[in-house]
């Protein structure tokens, strides 16, 4: 059952502090705090990633596509129809991975199947036990959040950021000790998700945008698959026009859209360039009176441009953006049932998409 909340999604927003200690438990030596991945003891060693997913999925792969180009290994994302169609060359040194959470999605199954055709070995990041993906791929990878019953996806999404992390780990720091703070970050973050949990002003926030025209959502760097995320989770719930964008793109187009009406969140975490240019883009779109909620941790200063701030622990930059997207699960939530809208079986939507 829904254990007392109004939906399942919220109970399964709320369950995220208990399903990443799930994703990391028995994944991080206790004494020496070394990430180890049994499941991936076997997988040979690349220097080529190559990932494959659709819809929520397919942000977490944008998002590992960042952590391992940071690692130092040539990686990309690709949504699974469009490298179905136009596959991206691959060799026997390449990894494809198949990000799923059900398993069944056939886009990414057809995906996965192509690039094993052609030599690559596969694996497959998925929350189901003996799904489809997670026994047809060369290797798999288990995120472990417990069954989701909400059509859109929340706590698998969290556990699959962790779980490109732990995939980074051990694909670019095998025997190596990590990091200290890393691994102590890692292990506050359900902690941290919590404290989002308990102190979060979303439902406040999104009142005063009830009457709005359209929503945008902005990022850069590991923020850009967040902001997308962001929209996707605020379109597919509340029917309410939604947009993620690069915030670099901005000036590009998107920015003919913004008026006095379209609220603007932007996610900024971390410090250094990727935050101070989009605290250049929040500018910008202040300058054409659009509303602004920043979600941040804080380090860049960039509440001080901000309407409105909806604020995340400070944790290790690679984490952050995983407490970010927690601020913009209840932000999409909350909107939706201030809407009253289905929450738990939007219009339109299936759960699982098993035809391509
Ligand atoms: C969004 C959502 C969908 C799925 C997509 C892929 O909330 O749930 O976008 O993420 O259909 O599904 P899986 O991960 O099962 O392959």
Excluded at 308 to 317: A, F, G, K, N, S
Aim: proline share 3%; hydrophobic share 40%.
């Amino acid at each position: 059952g829904k254990s007392g909340y109004d939906h399942y999604m919220l109970k399964e927003i709320h369950e995220q502090p208990l399903s990443l200690r799930q994703c990391l438990s028995g994944r991080i030596d206790e004494l020496d705090g070394r990430i180890t991945v049994e499941e991936l003891d076997d997988l040979s060693d690349h220097e080529t990633v190559q990932f494959v997913a659709c819809g929520t999925s397919y942000h977490a792969a944008l998002y590992g596509a960042q952590l391992l180009r940071a690692a130092g290994v040539a990686a990309n994302a690709y949504y699974a129809h469009e490298y179905a169609t136009s596959p991206a060359p691959v060799s026997t040194a390449d990894l494809v991975v198949g990000v799923t959470q059900s398993g069944e999605t056939a886009d990414t199954l057809s995906a996965l199947r192509e690039a094993s055709r052609r030599g690559a070995e596969t694996l497959a990041l998925t929350n189901v036990v003996g799904s489809t993906a997670a026994r047809e791929a060369d290797h798999v990878l288990y995120i472990r959040a417990g069954p989701e019953i909400g059509v859109a996806a929340t706590k698998t999404f969290s556990s699959q950021l962790i779980g490109v992390n732990l995939l980074t780990s051990h694909l670019t720091d095998r025997g190596v000790k990590r990091r200290r703070d890393f691994v102590d970050d890692l292990r506050g973050i359900a902690n941290d998700v919590q404290a989002v949990l308990d102190e979060s002003e979303a439902a406040a926030v999104v009142e005063e945008f009830v009457d709005s025209d359209a929503f945008f959502f902005l990022g850069r760097g590991l923020d850009y698959p967040v902001a997308l995320e962001g929209a996707l989770k605020f379109k597919e719930i509340t029917y309410e026009h939604a947009e993620g964008f690069a915030a670099g793109e901005l000036k590009h187009g998107p920015l003919a859209l913004v008026t006095a009406n379209t609220p603007i969140f932007a996610v900024i975490t971390g410090e250094g360039e990727a935050a101070r240019k989009t605290i250049g883009n929040v500018k910008e779109v202040e300058a054409r009176d659009a509303p602004v909620v920043v979600v941040t941790d804080g380090v860049a200063e960039a509440g001080r441009y901000a309407d409105h701030v909806l604020e995340i622990p400070t944790t290790d930059e690679r984490l952050a953006p995983l407490l970010a997207n927690v601020q913009l699960q209840l932000v999409a939530y909350h909107m939706a049932a201030h809407l009253d809208r289905e929450i738990d079986k939007p219009r339109n939507l299936a759960k699982s998409v098993t035809v391509e």
